[in-house]
């Protein structure tokens, strides 16, 4: 390759680049933005807005799983990425304990309402699964070896799983009327939709059971 077109394909690779970490930061940031501009903390007690905010920046937080494990991130080493997606799912976790903690104490009644499925409010059902999926995977991440999980049964559990996670916390963040502003809400929960459907049927474990299936 001649020089000057080498630095053409350096200057689109780092255009490429920089316009995903850009569209990736304002994908994350801009609804954490909206949502400490809602009108609706007003009078609301600083543990209440905490929860809240800890669930909007769950959302993003599952933006960046599918997208670490894939090695879709542009000059981010692979290594590096496999090694930062079970970090990034302990800050999720902490996440959602501290939402879901927050709002227990405010609201000890409506959490005991979701927790039991009695909520009159459909939301809260599709949060608590999505919650109990993200603990039964913390559960097998940290108890995978003693249980003696082979990686081909671990990535399908994990996948479905995540599937869970995905899709409850979607429909949960979905169907509130809160604090998030809805555009940009709906943004991400596009994002970290199709990320999490492209990751996981791509994996090779769902193309071996595909070909296997049809012999």
Not at 11 to 27: D, G, N, Q
Request: overall charge positive; aromatic content about 10%; charged content about 10%.
């Amino acid at each position: 390759m001649s020089q000057p077109n080498k630095m053409r394909s350096t200057k689109h690779k780092f255009s490429r680049s920089a316009l995903f970490w850009s569209a990736l930061i304002a994908a994350i940031a801009i609804p954490l933005l909206f949502t400490a501009m809602s009108p609706l903390l007003a009078w609301r007690s600083p543990v209440y807005i905490a929860a809240c905010f800890a669930g909007v920046f769950s959302l993003g937080l599952l933006l960046l799983q599918p997208l670490l494990i894939g090695g879709y991130m542009p000059d981010l080493p692979k290594h590096l990425a496999r090694r930062a997606h079970p970090c990034v799912g302990a800050l999720l976790l902490i996440a959602v304990v501290v939402h879901v903690g927050g709002l227990w104490i405010t609201s000890p009644p409506d959490v005991i309402d979701a927790l039991t499925f009695t909520s009159p409010t459909p939301f809260s059902n599709w949060g608590v699964v999505a919650m109990w999926a993200l603990f039964a995977t913390t559960f097998l991440a940290i108890f995978r070896r003693r249980l003696q999980l082979r990686a081909r049964n671990w990535s399908i559990a994990h996948s479905l799983l995540a599937l869970v996670i995905v899709i409850g916390t979607v429909v949960h963040a979905i169907l509130i009327e809160g604090m998030m502003e809805t555009f940009s809400k709906l943004i991400l929960c596009a994002l970290v939709f199709t990320a999490t459907m492209k990751l996981i049927f791509g994996l090779r474990v769902w193309s071996d059971w595909r070909t296997s299936s049809k012999r």
